[in-house]
C-alpha cells in the first residue's frame, strides 16, 4: 500500500560536458542501497559503462527485477519516432512495478530533456513519478548539460541539486529561483561538484577519484552554507 510518509527524492545533476557528472550518478547507482535500479538507457552508455545486459522486451525488463537492475533500452520496441513513447512506458512501468514491494527503488534518466523539456507539457507518467513517486518508495535521478531545458516542475520539485562545473549564465539562471547560492558551480573544477539538499539545507563538496569506475566519491568539506 503506498506511504505517505516516505519524503521525497528528486536529484538534478547538471554540468557542462566532460565534467564527470554523469560518472558521479553511475557510481551512485552502483553503491546505493536499494530494492531496485529502473535505467531508461536510450543511448546505450548505462549498459556499457556499468556492464549491464539491456532489456530490449518487457519480458526481459520483468526477469530483470530479480537482479535489482533494469536497464532499458527502448530502440527495439520504439524505433524512431516513437522513442517518447517507450519513456512514457517505461516511467509508467516504473512506477508500477514499485508498487509490488517495499523499500527504495530509483528510476534513472540521463538528459531528460529530450522527452520532457521547456517547451512541451510533462508527459503524465513522469509526472506520476515525480508527484507521487515517494508513496511508493520510487526516488528520481537525471543528469543534464542544460538544466534551462528541463520542465519547471522538474527543476521547482528538486530536493537534491548537484552542481558540476557550469558557466553559462542562463543554465545558472535556471536554478537560481530555487538554489541562491549555483553561482558557486561557475568556479568548480574538472571532477568537482556541490550536492545542496533543499529539505535539509545541508550543502556537501566532493570530487571524483580518478578512472573508472570510481566506485566511490572523495569527501572534500561539508556543512557549507547553501
Known amino acids: 500500500m503506498p506511504d505517505y510518509s516516505i ?9 557542462k560536458g566532460s565534467s564527470c557528472k554523469t560518472s558521479l550518478a553511475f557510481a551512485y547507482l552502483l553503491n546505493v542501497k536499494v530494492v531496485c535500479r529502473f535505467i531508461f538507457d536510450d543511448r546505450g552508455q548505462a549498459a556499457a559503462r556499468l556492464k549491464l545486459k539491456p532489456c530490449v522486451t518487457w519480458s526481459q525488463c520483468e526477469a ?4 535489482r537492475w533494469v536497464c532499458f533500452n527502448p530502440h527495439v520496441l520504439y524505433p524512431g519516432a516513437m522513442l517518447p513513447e517507450g ?14 514491494g517495499p523499500g527504495r527503488k530509483i528510476l ?3 538528459e531528460l530533456w529530450q522527452w520532457s523539456n ?6 503524465p507518467e513522469l509526472e506520476n513519478v515525480i508527484r507521487t513517486g515517494r508513496t511508493e518508495g520510487l526516488e528520481f535521478v537525471t543528469v543534464t548539460h542544460s538544466p534551462r531545458e528541463y520542465h519547471e516542475l522538474v527543476r521547482s520539485q528538486a530536493t537534491e541539486f548537484i ?5 553559462e549564465p542562463a543554465q545558472l539562471d535556471s536554478i537560481r529561483p530555487y538554489w541562491a547560492g549555483v553561482d558557486v558551480a561557475a568556479t568548480l573544477q574538472r571532477g568537482q ?3 545542496v539538499n533543499r529539505e535539509s539545507g545541508v550543502t556537501l563538496a566532493g570530487m571524483l577519484e580518478p ?7 572523495l569527501e572534500v568539506s561539508q556543512s557549507l552554507p547553501a
Open 7 to 15: 519524503p521525497s527524492s528528486i536529484t538534478l545533476i547538471f554540468g
Open 64 to 67: 530483470a527485477l530479480q537482479t
Open 87 to 100: 519513456f512514457r512506458q517505461f516511467c509508467r512501468w516504473s512506477f508500477e512495478g514499485s508498487k509490488r
Open 108 to 110: 534513472f534518466v540521463d
Open 118 to 123: 521547456s517547451r512541451r507539457p510533462l508527459p
Open 163 to 167: 552542481a558540476f562545473n557550469t558557466t
Open 193 to 195: 561538484f556541490l550536492a
Open 211 to 217: 578512472g573508472w569506475p570510481p566506485g566511490r566519491f
